[in-house]
């Protein structure tokens, strides 16, 4: 079924306040990223805050949050895939 | 779609009962296999990144890339606009949100343009080091799912024009915002793996 | 015309044109027919390639084919038997067979359905046109950099290749859909068919690991047309790339071409067994299983690349695990027909042929699982003995109990069973014959892939030579049976082999829709030898015409 028109409870987040995090989130990566700090250091940043921002996307824009968990699942899993995969491809 | 269907059935039963769209199933399916297709090229392009760092990747233009990240952001937002209007039955807001979001489209393609040639006049190209090959070749395919994207959208433009959706029938727009999401989510990963890190 | 007439006045029901086969048709029957003929056709010329190989290593020397010829000639028959035949032709049993067997209409995306198929025979032509231009040579596995520097024809194979990918993630997209959303009133997933649980597991396969192969052929493709340095060591690339992306796929691509095959035994056993299946709860779980492990041991494929040592047993370790659902299938199948009402159909003898023959080919999987094995039989014979038991000892003999399985509910009419029978034996003994010496020639050092050999090598060759040219032969028995069932063989009933699946459960052929109405499922699919038998409701209307 077409996922239902969001309503606007405090339970959630509105599409504009998930943008403006997302628009935060960016320029904070941007700032990081002039700083010149050590990679070891920034780099976790980096990728926690683009996990944050690509979860938003998904859990907000794309309603994973909203809908039936299944397409969550059919999701998730093969990112956690892709993930191992390209990991492992690194070093081998 | 129509089934030769001898009574009025609800062929979909077992999905509707669970909540679920075969449509929707269908898509995230499909979005599923196309996070691996861009997790095999992400994989070739961390593999030389980690394994074969080169100083080329000190030309890139993160300033100008971040701006075209929010570019990309905002079109998404501007998408799922559009269909919240027209859930709210409002199929002028809807249009608008989608002539929105086909200018930013074009705008992202514009600045990927720019950094592309601007690359090409130091001498990175497709051709000329593992890193050019890489990166092009990653950004390229995702260049062209934006592309595929922008024509999607004008179709369900055009679509909407003509009248085609309604407060109840919708689910065309639905699974296009989810496509243009998917390609917002994967230029998220790309600017961070490529730019950033 | 008249013909059609006469035709259709013989079997008493009006006749659907046959030109419907060679057209565009959203029908999942028709699609799944459309597979399965086109699919053989490309057995069939696998199977020829095979052929020429088998007269060149009749002798030592490079007699009948030079060393290139050779290469591409063998390097087309693993591609086409593997990406033209095998995995095509499980997904066509798949088309025709899971909207029947769960009760539904056709798929849930019929038009994206017909394009699959429609993807093959492009992509078949563009293969074999590719034997103009200078073939494919590099092997099935197209190991760069030897395949970044070959003919045309290399680019050819590639895009073919990528094509077929494209046509199975559809499948997997479609198949998955309609399970999950289509099912019949009362068939929970606890009640699906075991084939049905085969065909998810292998989508699951087809939709995570096909396109990380599509993106190594790009990049393939990339190299050899645009310049581009993914794996030429001159240019900083690495070879051993190719193989993460070709591995990663490739190594669950068996599983999706065994998978269904599996799935198309455990029909077959409970029903000449007249017992419910033994396990069904732990087959169904063990497909999946098999389909998760398999995800992650890629790289036992690479132990001798020069990887990692420390990652080598870790790959081991979770390669050999995969061992024990496979176990659970087989000891299940083994418990179905122990003490059962046996009737010895032509499905019978193949389903019984795959137990003994995958046992071989699964057996020596695990040795060539443990590293030490492996770093001395990787590429010799030993590991061509071993694919060609489970992929033709095991999944071609599942597909061919398949076929003769479901002969009647697609035809209409039913085989003949001494063609079939026939068909089993020279089959069986071909098999056996063709395969068991390869495993003896490759421990004793005979590489894969070579026009020529060692003088001491002959006999065995020639024994592998002699069972390849008696399976070539069997095919003959198979074919004739098939067509001239088809054309005067006995009409067939709705349900000739008194099964309870649903696809029998309507008339042979199903009508256009399937089914008059749509069941509803109170009961499993393998109640077998119940006091009271029960088929699920409503009670099937007769066959238009009788």
Known sequence: ???????????????????????????????????????????????VLSLGKATLVAAFFMHLRQDN???????????????????????? | MTYPATHHEDHFRAGHALGLDHLKVGMWLFLGSEVMFFGGLLAAFLHYKVNNPTPEAGLLDVGLVGVNTFVLLTSSFTVVSGLAGIQRGDPAAMNLYLLATIGLGVAFLGGQVYEFVSLFRHGITLSSSVFGSSFFTLTGFHGLHVLVGILWAASTFLRG????????????????????????????????????? | ?????????????????????????????????????????????????????RSELLQPGVDLLNGTEYNRVMTNHGSVMLFLWIIPVLAGFGNYIVPLMIGARDMAFPRLNALGYWLIPPAGL??????????????????????????????????????????????????????????????????????????????????????????????????????????LVAGGGDPVLWQNLFWFYSHPAVYIMVLPAMGIISEVFPVF????????????????????LGLTVWAHHMFTSGMDPRLRVPYMVSSMVIAVPTGVKIFSWLATIWNGKLRFNTPMLFAMGFISQFLIGGLTGIFLAAIPIDLHVHDTYFVVAHLHF?????????????????????????????????????????????YLPMFLVGLLGMPRRVADYDPSFTTLNQLASIGGFLLGASVLPFLWNAIISWLRGPVADANPWRALTLEWQTSSPPPENNFERLPVVTHGPYDYGEAAPRSPEPVPSPAAGE
């Open chain 3, 273 to 292: 067994s007249r017992k419910p299946i033994f396990g069904y709860r732990m087959i169904a779980l063990s497909s999946m299983a098999i389909a998760v």
């Open chain 3, 1 to 53: 015309m008249e013909r059609m007439r006469s035709l259709a006045a013989r079997l008493r029901r009006p006749a659907p044109s046959w030109l419907r086969y060679f057209r565009w048709n959203t029908d999942h029957k028709v699609i799944g027919v459309q597979y399965i003929v086109t699919t053989f056709f490309f057995f069939l010329v696998g199977g020829s390639l095979a052929m020429l190989v």
């Open chain 3, 390 to 434: 489970v992929l033709f000892g095991g999944s071609v003999s599942a597909v061919y109990a398949g076929l003769y399985y479901w002969y009647p509910k697609i035809t209409g009419r039913m085989y003949d069973e001494r063609l079939g029978h026939t068909h089993f034996w020279m089959n069986f003994v071909g098999t056996n014959l063709a």
């Open chain 1, 1 to 47: 079924m077409q996922t239902p028109p969001r309503t606007m409870s405090r339970r959630t987040l509105g599409y504009g306040a998930v943008f403006l995090l997302l628009a935060v989130i960016t320029g904070i990566e941007l700032a990081l990223n002039s700083l010149n700090l050590a990679d070891a250091v920034v780099d976790p940043l980096f990728l």
């Open chain 3, 126 to 231: 563009l293969m074999l046109a590719s034997f103009f231009v200078g073939a494919a040579e590099a092997g099935w596995t197209a190991y760069v950099p030897l395949s970044i520097r070959a003919p045309d024809g290399q680019t050819l194979w590639a895009v073919s290749v990528i094509l077929l990918g494209t046509s199975s993630i559809m499948s997997a997209v479609n198949f998955l859909t309609t399970i999950v959303t289509m099912r019949a009133e009362g068939l929970t997933i606890w009640r699906l068919p075991l084939f049905v649980w085969g065909i998810v597991a292998t989508s699951v396969l087809s939709l995570t690991a096909t396109p990380v192969l599509t993106a190594g052929l790009i990049l393939v493709a990339l190299d050899r047309v645009a310049g581009t340095q993914f794996f």
């Open chain 1, 69 to 92: 968990r299944f397409y969550t699942v059919i999701f998730v899993l093969p990112v956690l895939l892709l993930v191992v995969f390209a990991l492992l491809t690194i070093v081998i």
């Open chain 2, 161 to 197: 024009m003509r009248g085609s959706y309604t407060r109840e029938n919708h689910i065309g727009v639905e699974l296009f915002g989810l496509y243009w999401h998917f390609v917002d989510i994967v230029w998220i990963v790309l600017f961070t793996i490529i730019y950033l890190i």
